[in-house]
């Protein structure tokens, strides 16, 4: 079985926004821009019947569409780099649906996920670039910011086994709900009312 994780997506507009952030650094192995996405949580190998509990929860999941930016760049690994990341804006809705999936992942028997989410895109993964290479890349660099998006949907994705960031394969989309606008009060409810007598 592959390896399974739930996702967002990255519109093409960000995508080719953080494709120009590609090169300048050496020892990078730069990931793919059909590639690029936020990991929500990862899931890992699981059999097949457990694969299928947990599409069956994912879909029913009743969240708005939300809206974030891409904005800054960091690395993984302060004294030894290991990966080149984009950031993304604080979004509550985001941090709501990924704690939804934790949950929905704790209650179906797997482990709670070790790492505090950060959600993040990783850019490049590092092998042997220098710790002198990777800040000079990021102090030119700092500034990097996308239009603010909406994420309509999130997915689960499969990689097979490789050496890291991709190819991955969207097995499932789970569409988000159009955000809910405040009502607001019709100003002919507001206008008095004509007596019939």
Not at 91 to 107: F, T, V
Not at 147 to 164: C, D, I, K, Q, Y
Request: aromatic share 8%.
């Amino acid at each position: 079985m592959p390896r399974l994780f739930t996702a967002l997506e990255i519109p093409r507009n960000a995508a080719m926004s953080l494709s120009l952030l590609r090169g300048g650094l050496p020892g990078a192995r730069w990931i793919d821009v059909e590639n690029y996405h936020i990991t929500l949580r990862f899931i890992g190998d699981v059999d097949g019947r457990t694969a299928d509990e947990i599409v069956e929860r994912l879909d029913r999941i009743d969240r708005p569409e939300f809206q974030f930016r891409l904005e800054g760049i960091g690395s993984f690994g302060s004294k030894k780099p290991h990966s080149v990341w984009a950031g993304v804006s604080q979004s509550p809705e985001m941090y709501a649906l990924q704690g939804e999936i934790e949950r929905i992942c704790q209650r179906i028997g797997l482990p709670p996920d070790p790492r505090k989410f950060m959600p993040h895109v990783t850019l490049a993964r590092l092998k042997s670039s220098r710790l002198d290479d990777v800040v000079q890349y990021l102090s030119g660099r700092g500034n990097f910011h996308t239009a603010t998006f909406t994420a309509p949907r999130f997915v689960l994705l499969s990689s097979r086994e490789s050496v890291g960031g991709g190819p991955y394969l969207t097995e499932e989309v789970f569409p988000l709900h159009e955000a809910r606008s405040t009502p607001s009060v019709s100003s002919s409810l507001l206008q008095p009312v004509k007596s019939l007598v």
